[in-house]
């Protein structure tokens, strides 16, 4: 019964600004860290940004600077605020929970992802 519903993605130009938001249900959204993924055609996945229980962050190199995570507990969501996007920016976008195991973060469930174009 763990859900997450990502909302948010859709075409926009390159330079141009797009919010991710994921709603989580069916666990204890504040127990867990979070984590945005991507895939772009012929890719592998990538993980873009993450935020723990605590809420600190961390980044893949190539959206440092702009790109964010954020979350709101009380509303069980994650976001990805994300600017000055490029066209190798362009992927399928997926919200991920996990937890932590020693230094690692293991994403065992996940939304159903949302389209992110960045194309002129």
């Known amino acids: 019964q763990v859900q997450l519903v990502e909302s948010g993605g859709g075409l926009v130009q390159p330079g141009g600004s797009l919010r991710l938001s994921c709603t989580a249900s069916g666990f204890i959204f504040s127990a867990y860290a979070m984590g945005w993924y991507r895939q772009a055609p012929g890719k592998q996945r990538e993980l873009v940004a993450s935020i723990t229980s605590g809420g600190s962050t961390n980044y893949a190199d190539s959206v440092k600077g702009r790109f964010t995570i954020s979350r709101d507990n009380a509303k069980n969501t994650v976001y990805l605020q994300m600017i000055s996007l490029k066209p190798e920016d362009t992927a399928v976008y997926y919200c991920?929970?996990?937890?932590?195991?020693?230094?690692?973060?293991?994403?065992?469930?996940w939304g159903q992802g949302t389209q992110v174009t960045v194309s002129s």
């Open positions: 991920a929970a996990g937890r932590l195991s020693g230094t690692t973060t293991w994403y065992n469930n």
